[in-house]
């Protein structure tokens, strides 16, 4: 069997009609060789659009014109960053001769590898897409991928203007900062302590801190119960997420498997479009072919009872 990186690129390159059949066979492939990751991926993947198909193409087939573009849209971004007006025009021009030799060159790839004419080919989508790439780097990457599912446009040109950015401290304001005051001097003028002061202040400093243990132990036992609390909350939440992911992917596969079977049902039902299109007109030559039949046998009919008639009419005399 293929590598993923191989089988992708066969399924991006070959025209989009057969795309949906290509798919389904590869992943039975994959489940049949037990590679479940593999047929995983390999339903994820989207049907491109023509237009799509056509890009990809190019990116598959001539990745030196995509590398080519992804450079001069760097330079145009340069140009137009540093206000070079002169560079600026000459690359711009650059820019319209390259989207058009790129279509140029996608039309003869789609044309050779599907047969299709050029002219049912989406050319104005697929300029519109490497319009696009050259405007916006991750538009490029996309395009040299090889696995573009629909064209791109871009509105404007050059870069995409971001957002300015205020950039918010925690430091304290200064008026605040100011407003702070030294602790107080004791007063120069205070006498001394009388003997039976200190035994009071020092009972009652024994007391707060005292209390501030009874304090700190509550708070660490409380902390310590909560923790175990947040504990268990965190596992049966992840026991939750665990099943909520199951539940998704199950769910997703389930999506995926039922868009398949509508894009087989609608490649089925055009199809059988086609074929009763093809039916109806039969029926309108059958039908045609059926009164000239009936002029004919009309016609043999009169001739015969003519004929019948100047017998008769020979007999009699």
């Known amino acids: 069997m293929l590598g993923i990186d191989a089988v992708v690129r066969r399924l991006y390159e070959a025209p989009p009609d057969g795309f949906v059949a290509a798919r389904a066979a590869a992943i039975e492939d994959a489940r049949k060789a037990g590679d479940r990751d593999t047929a995983k991926r390999l339903a994820a993947l989207k049907k491109p659009t023509v237009a799509a198909w056509v890009v990809n193409l190019v990116a598959l087939r001539r990745p030196e014109l995509i590398e080519q573009l992804v450079e001069l849209a760097a330079a145009l971004r340069a140009a137009q960053r540093e ?7 000459e690359l711009s021009t650059q820019r319209r001769q390259f989207v058009s030799s790129l279509v140029s060159a996608a039309r003869r790839l789609a044309v050779e590898e599907s047969g299709t004419a050029a002219g049912k080919l989406p050319l104005g989508d697929v300029e519109a897409t490497f319009t696009a790439a050259l405007a916006d780097p991750e538009i490029a990457e996309q395009v040299r991928s090889g696995r573009l599912i629909r064209a791109v446009s871009y509105a404007g040109f050059g870069e995409v203007p971001r957002p300015r950015l205020r950039l918010v401290t925690d430091e304290p304001a200064s008026s605040a900062a100011g407003s702070s005051e030294p602790p107080a001097e004791p007063s120069s003028g ?3 302590p009388s003997p039976a002061e200190p035994p009071s202040l020092s009972a009652r400093e024994t007391a707060v801190e005292e209390q501030r243990r009874r304090e700190q132990e509550r708070r660490r036992r409380e902390n310590e119960r909560r923790r175990r609390e947040l504990d268990r909350e965190l596992a049966t939440a992840r026991a939750d997420e665990r099943r909520a992911d199951g539940r998704l992917e199950r769910a ?3 999506e995926r498997e039922a868009g398949h079977l509508v894009e087989d049902l609608d490649a089925e039902l055009a199809e059988l479009e086609r074929r009763r299109t093809e039916a109806v007109a039969d029926v309108a030559r059958r039908k ?13 009919r009169r001739r015969v009872g003519d004929v019948q008639a100047a017998l008769d009419e020979l007999e009699a005399t």
């Open 288 to 300: 045609l072919a059926r009164r000239a039949a009936e002029r004919d046998s009309a016609a043999a």
């Open 190 to 192: 205070a006498g001394p």
């Open 83 to 89: 206000l070079l007006g002169d560079q600026l025009r």
């Open 252 to 254: 997703e596969d389930a």
